[in-house]
T-cell receptor, first 110, second 113 residues
Framework: TQLLEQSPQFLSIQEGENLTVYCNSS?????LQWYRQEPGEGPVLLVT?????EVKKLKRLTFQFGDARKDSSLHITAAQPGDTGLYLC??????????FGTGTRLTVIP | DAGVTQSPTHLIKTRGQQVTLRCSPK?????VSWYQQALGQGPQFIFQ???????QRGNFPDRFSGHQFPNYSSELNVNALLLGDSALYLC????????????FGQGTRLTVV
């Protein structure tokens, strides 16, 4: 079983603050994806990282894949209320099924 | 272009009953995966269908079964429902190539009473 643990599980911060969410596993994945999920909806893909050590930036979001392709982090700069949601990391195997982490529920307070 | 569509959006069933959930993949996608997301948790992989056959399966009992039709749409069937089967059931579609993006539907919220 390929398990992904995310931390923290819950995060409540003030608008304008920075935050980092971590995703750790003992397994190696061919790629790792980050999703954001709103209540009552399916997850929406934010980014896919493939190469060990890879860093991708999406506006105020920075994603990093660990050198050994077992862990990843998501850093948000100057968080805004619109960033509120459930953030999920998911490791992907070659067969395209996803192993999701436990999720981090972020609340950004105006 | 319609994305992944699932039906129904909400469903209430009684313990012991059977349920069928439906999914239409995004245009051009031939692979459909199903996930179960319990409240407050991340989605858990149930199984994946490709070319009308179950290609991979997660750690779910045989009460969970599925089907894929020639038009790539898919059904998830759950027999002998338990209270613990209450969850959001998500369908994701992708092209039949490794390491490609999966697109999710909005899910079906199943409540077992």
């Amino acid at each position: 079983t390929q398990l992904l643990e995310q931390s923290p599980q819950f995060l409540s911060i003030q608008e304008g603050e920075n935050l980092t969410v971590y995703c750790n596993s003992s397994s190696v994945f061919s790629s790792l994806q980050w999703y954001r999920q709103e209540p009552g909806e399916g997850p929406v893909l934010l980014v896919t990282v493939v190469t060990g050590g890879e860093v991708k930036k999406l506006k105020r979001l920075t994603f990093q894949f660990g050198d050994a392709r077992k862990d990843s982090s998501l850093h948000i700069t100057a968080a805004q209320p619109g960033d509120t949601g459930l953030y999920l990391c998911a490791g992907q195997t070659g067969a395209n099924n996803l192993f999701f982490g436990t999720g981090t529920r972020l609340t950004v307070i105006p | 272009d319609a994305g992944v569509t699932q039906s129904p959006t909400h469903l209430i069933k009684t313990r012991g009953q059977q349920v069928t959930l439906r999914c239409s993949p995004k245009s051009g996608h031939d692979t459909v995966s199903w996930y179960q997301q319990a409240l407050g948790q991340g989605p858990q992989f149930i199984f994946q269908y490709y070319e009308e056959e179950e290609r991979q399966r997660g750690n779910f009992p045989d009460r969970f079964s599925g089907h894929q039709f020639p038009n790539y749409s898919s059904e998830l069937n759950v027999n002998a429902l338990l209270l613990g089967d209450s969850a959001l059931y998500l369908c994701a579609s992708s092209p039949g190539l490794p390491n490609t993006e999966a697109f999710f539907g909005q899910g079906t919220r199943l409540t077992v009473v």
